[in-house]
């Protein structure tokens, strides 16, 4: 894997945040989900099967609750846990066109940074009239595109 850091979250607008980075790459275990074939569901129709093979994204979803079934939480605990999660879901769904955009407005502000970055190695002083045309049009037009987000963003 060549990684100094391994980072390990349950905190998904994280993957989100850091998908454009170019030096994260995320990882999940991959599972499946197995039929279950005796009567007893406890809690659920389904097994969870841990694959134990990294696969490349994001987990796609938190499996917490299947994980507290294996591991012998009462029914009752993880179905009062299951109705605050899709309670949950709900308030973050009516809130998630503002994440989107918070995550939007965030890889603008990555893309404004590597801007500003490649017109600061421009030595103005010693560049040419068209050098210095472009880096003062590229400062207005980035200047545009603040005011025009902050704006939306407000």
Not at 107 to 123: D, P
Not at 125 to 154: F, G, M, P
């Amino acid at each position: 894997v060549q990684c100094r850091m391994l980072f390990a979250t349950h905190y998904h607008p994280l993957t989100k945040e850091f998908s454009s980075h170019p030096r994260v790459i995320s990882k999940h275990m991959a599972c499946a989900f197995r039929s279950r074939t005796d009567q007893e569901t406890r809690g659920c129709e389904q097994d969870l099967v841990f694959l134990y093979r990294l696969t490349d994204g994001a987990c796609p979803e938190s499996y917490g609750l299947q994980v507290a079934l294996m591991a012998g939480i009462p029914n009752q605990v993880v179905e009062t846990a299951s109705v605050a999660a899709q309670a949950m879901k709900r308030s973050i769904g009516e809130n998630f066109k503002s994440s989107e955009l918070r995550s939007e407005f965030s890889s603008l502000h990555e893309e404004w940074l590597k801007t500003l970055l490649s017109i600061s190695r421009v030595n103005y002083n010693n560049a040419t009239l068209e050098e210095q045309e472009d880096v003062s049009d590229t400062l207005i037009c980035l200047w545009h595109e603040l005011r025009s987000s902050y704006c939306v963003a407000k």
